[in-house]
């Protein structure tokens, strides 16, 4: 049996009841075969696969607070510290019901990839909770914020274990973590990133994660000889990637048509309108229907299971923002009967694998979240740069930064599949491109 083979089994068997974990293993270590077997007998020797799928540790705890009926409400907090290889652990934190340890494996096991390809010094972590931000009030919220912070501050710091947002923690969740950590450890540092410009933040990082997925997309367009100008987009989501993604789009010149939340999604044929998405998304923490309410143009469907939504519009570009396995395969079959020329993703593994093969065989330039979506880790990069020289760099600075990075991330991909011979894979060479450079920084630095 070969090395991969052997060792997906080990973590099919440990990790049985882990789903989300299960596939995003799958797919880094299929498409690492060539890499593999070219250094099977190092490898084997180091149980460098078997290391690298097993997190350095994974904390869990209770997370007491008190809602505002006095009621006490309890959830579980989770931090998942992957690999430290070549950097303190760095990744997000999600606040969602549907999180579970297995979820917050997944997304761990991922960033160490993404952080690896950011080409700065930054190893993998996700943390979150199954603690629901929807409907509750900013009391609520900073209850919970703070003692989960409680618990978490013992795990971080700036050269430790630096979180910051995902899904359901933005702006107002990192303001009341971070007074927390601040207050309990008497420490003025870079803990965490993602936060105000009054107290440490980056200029550009709300913006990075949606800019950055827009200029890997058009450097992986222009390497085809397409133009992005004039194109049409289908977008998912509509959080702090979507809109960022939607408005980095249309100063491309391209229009995009579509966004969603949990309950449904809008189509727009006159292009989203991203300040009326921003007023109804992010001041109003409001539902879609207000958008639809407040533009003419725009139809608003409820969500129905087994339907496609969003990806049964036609258009050029599919750009996946909300959550994991959002594109399955019956939804990549509407694109391609619809002619999409990309699918770049903004969330985290929101393309089944079934449905990646599927885009992949039928022609589509595919490119996963690990390399896409790596300007948003990247710019917390440049943030905790920024707070270790106790400098604020302008907003030009930062966006040039983030492109050249994903301009970057885009040459050593595209390298990395045409060096194993399978050109244009581009998930393989994501995979492959992360993998190397923290296999020789493991292999560096000893047995541990
Ligand atoms: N915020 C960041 O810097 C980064 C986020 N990501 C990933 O991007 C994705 C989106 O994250 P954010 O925009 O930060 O979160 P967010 O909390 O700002 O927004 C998430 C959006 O997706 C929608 N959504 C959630 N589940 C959905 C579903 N089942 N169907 C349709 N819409 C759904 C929500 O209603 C919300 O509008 C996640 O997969 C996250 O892990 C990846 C890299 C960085
Ligand atoms: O900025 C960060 O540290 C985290 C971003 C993140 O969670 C992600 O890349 O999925």
Redesign the pocket.
């Known amino acids: 049996m070969s090395y991969v083979d052997e060792v997906l089994e080990i973590v099919k068997k440990k990790n049985a009841d882990q789903p989300e974990f299960l596939q995003a293993v799958t797919e880094v270590l299929d498409s690492l075969r060539p890499c593999i077997d070219a250094n099977e007998e190092l490898y084997r020797k180091n149980a460098i696969l078997e290391r690298i799928t097993e997190p350095d540790r994974q904390i869990m705890f209770r997370v007491p607070w008190v809602d505002d009926n006095g009621q006490v409400q309890v959830n579980r907090g989770f931090r998942v510290q992957f690999n430290n290889s070549i950097g303190p652990y760095?990744?997000?934190l999600r606040l969602h019901p549907s999180v579970n340890l297995g979820i917050i494996k997944f997304?761990g096991f991922e960033?160490v990839f993404?952080n690896s390809l950011t080409t700065l010094p930054i190893g993998g972590g996700?943390g979150g909770s199954d603690f629901d931000p929807k409907g509750k009030s900013d009391r609520e919220i900073m209850a919970f914020c703070q003692s989960f912070m409680t618990e978490l501050c013992k795990y971080i710091g700036a050269d430790v274990d630096?979180?910051?947002?995902?899904i359901g923690t933005g702006g107002r969740e990192i303001g009341f973590l971070f007074g927390q950590y601040k207050r309990i450890r008497g420490s003025y540092e870079g803990v965490l990133?993602?936060k105000g410009l009054t107290y440490g933040g980056s200029l550009a990082r709300t913006e990075a994660?949606g800019y950055g997925l827009l200029y890997l997309t058009n450097a992986l367009l222009k390497d085809h000889g397409i133009d992005i100008a004039g194109k049409t987009c289908i977008v998912s989501g509509a959080g702090n990637v979507a809109i960022y993604a939607i408005q980095k789009a249309h100063q491309l010149g391209a229009k995009c048509v579509t966004c969603s939340d949990s309950t449904g999604w809008i189509y727009d044929p006159e292009g989203i309108d991203v300040d009326l998405l921003k007023e109804v998304k992010e001041v109003k923490r409001a539902r879609l229907t207000e958008y639809a309410a407040a533009r003419p143009s725009a139809e608003y469907h409820e969500k129905k299971n087994g339907e496609h939504g969003v990806w049964n519009v036609k258009g050029d570009i599919a750009l996946p923002c909300a959550t994991q396995n959002e594109l399955d395969l019956d939804d990549a079959k509407a694109l391609v009967a619809n002619g999409v020329i990309s699918v770049t993703e903004g969330a985290?593994m929101p393309t089944t694998l079934e449905a990646t093969k599927y885009l992949q065989e039928n022609g589509v330039l595919f490119v996963g979240g690990k390399a896409a979506?790596?300007g948003?880790?990247a710019?917390?990069a440049l943030e905790m740069s920024q707070n270790s020289e106790r400098l604020s760099w302008t907003f030009e600075e930062v966006d040039g930064k983030l492109k050249g990075i994903m301009e970057t991330i885009y040459a050593n991909i595209s390298d990395a599949a045409k060096r194993y011979g399978v050109e244009g894979d581009y998930v393989a060479g994501a995979n492959i491109a992360g993998f190397e450079k923290v296999v020789e920084a493991m292999l560096a630095q000893g047995v541990c």
Do not use: F, I, M, Y
Not at 162 to 166: H, L, M, Y
């Open positions: 760095k990744g997000g997304l960033q993404k996700k630096v979180p910051a947002g995902d990133t993602g994660t985290n979506n790596a948003g880790v710019t917390s």
